[in-house]
């Protein structure tokens, strides 16, 4: 059995002690709430390919290009800030059931879009639908997740996002000939109903948010179903309590007048240090360059020489190396541990980058160029990429998670948005090596804060993460003294 529940009310959800068979259900259940990172993903991957069509069909210059990218990271912002409300308000299952409606309507827009304007609204309202799905995933996973297989299932995530890109990279390579870029965007209906179906006849609500309001007959029998009776009363039981003391404290602090709800709770002493650590690594996961490949790989390739056609298919390449080094970091995750991936990854990703810079200034050969990308895409996606959407949904206290992973995916996002819009302007005003080794920087920067703040949150709970990034962030020192004098 896998033991899971923690000492603190609604970690990983009151789960515990639950069999294999219970494991392979919440695992399927994992898979399903994550095809809301697939939607993420695809969107993400198609516009690379369709974007050399585009351009063509409505004579977008270089500005308009990169807005019809970035702009989806406007609604992208929009709909993570809006998540974790919507999240609480309606609950886990009902906010990704509404994900999947939104993007459903997005992709219409899109797919009908007559001029530029069309285009860019119908890139909105797909913003807003990955947006609260990359808030909400992490959240959910985390609060349904046993803590031994906790990493695994949270990176599940990251895996559908990647998997997201390489199906739109293989869309985009079947229409390519035919230049029906329309027809890529079209695909992506297919699992925004797969996403409401999930949502409708499979997917559990979170047994956390269900007790938090009061089901608890509800929270019971979803237990049960991966558990057994028994069980279900005694863990439903023991989160009652739990969550009861963790309001009972709060209520305490509140009289105190020294309690925070809701957002503002973020700023408190004890949430800081994870603040801080869930917005730097949003902003590199971004500001080191990876989505500048992802969106642009088609238009990078060409560059060295390549036809269009040529540059989608190595761009199919480089999405299965992302997919294949995603895979390699779920089996890692929970053995060798978070901290150490994100460190190994940054690295690999400073050093590559940097070469990938140096291959356009020299003119390097168009392989060695490919080389220095698919390291790179393999650096990310074995550490960083995933572990960034384990890390949100561990290292904020039970009553700021939601809240939390809200505001660290909309930084993601608004990063997302400036790399992405920027990256084609400045490469023409710099050089596009030169654009390279300003990520190279980023990510040699960032090397050294993870080093220095980020505490490994491998089968710990939230009490002791929370003393970790405390005693990182020098404040049980500062305690100690205080108290001291």
Known sequence: MVQGFSREPGVQGPLTEVPPQGIRKIT????????GGF????????????????????????????????????????GSTS????????????????????????TVIVTSANGYAILMLGRIVLGLSVGAASATVPVYLSEISPTAIRGR?????????TLGILIAYFVNLIFASSEMWRAMFAVGAIPAVLLVAATLWLLPESPQWLIARGRVEQARRGIASVT????????????????????????????????????????????????????????????????????????????????????????????????????????????????????????????????????????????LTLLFMVIYIAAFAGGLGPVFWTLIGEIFPPSARA???????????????IVS??????AGAIGQGETFWIFALICALAFFFVSRYLPETRGRDPE??????????????????????
């Open 28 to 35: 399927l259940w994992a898979v399903a709430i994550a095809l």
């Open 39 to 78: 939607l993420f993903g695809f969107d993400t991957g198609v516009v690379s390919g369709a974007l050399l069509y585009i351009r063509e069909d409505f004579d977008l210059n270089a500005f308009e290009q990169g807005s019809v990218v970035s702009v989806l990271l406007i609604g992208a912002v929009v």
């Open 228 to 367: 057994n009776e028994v069980t279900a009363d005694q863990l439903v039981k023991r989160a009652q309590q739990r969550i009861e003391e963790d309001r009972t404290q709060q209520a305490a602090r509140k009289a105190a007048g020294s309690a925070a709800e809701g957002p503002k709770r973020l700023l408190a002493p004890d949430v800081r240090p994870a603040l801080i650590v869930g917005l730097t690594l949003a902003a590199v996961q971004q500001f080191g360059g990876i989505n500048t490949i992802i969106y642009y790989a088609p238009t990078i390739i060409q560059q060295t020489g390549l036809s269009a056609s040529n540059s989608i298919f190595y761009s199919v390449c480089i999405g299965a190396i992302n997919l294949v080094m995603t895979l390699v970091a779920i089996r890692l995750v929970d053995r060798a541990g978070r901290r150490p991936m994100v460190l190994v990854s940054l690295a690999l990703m400073a050093v590559s980058v940097f070469m990938l810079g140096l291959a356009f200034v020299v003119g390097m050969s168009s392989v």
């Open 464 to 485: 002791q993460i929370e003393a970790a990034l405390q005693q990182r962030f020098g404040r049980t020192r500062r305690r100690q003294a205080a108290r001291t004098h």
């Open 153 to 161: 299932l949270l990176t599940m995530n990251q895996l559908m996002i």
């Open 403 to 417: 809240d939390g992973s809200s505001v660290s995916t909309a930084v993601n996002w608004v990063s997302n948005f």
């Open 83 to 106: 998540a974790g409300a919507l999240a609480e308000r309606l609950g886990r299952r009902r906010s990704l059931c509404l994900v999947g409606v939104v993007f459903l309507v997005g």
């Open 421 to 426: 819009l920027a990256f084609l302007p400045l």
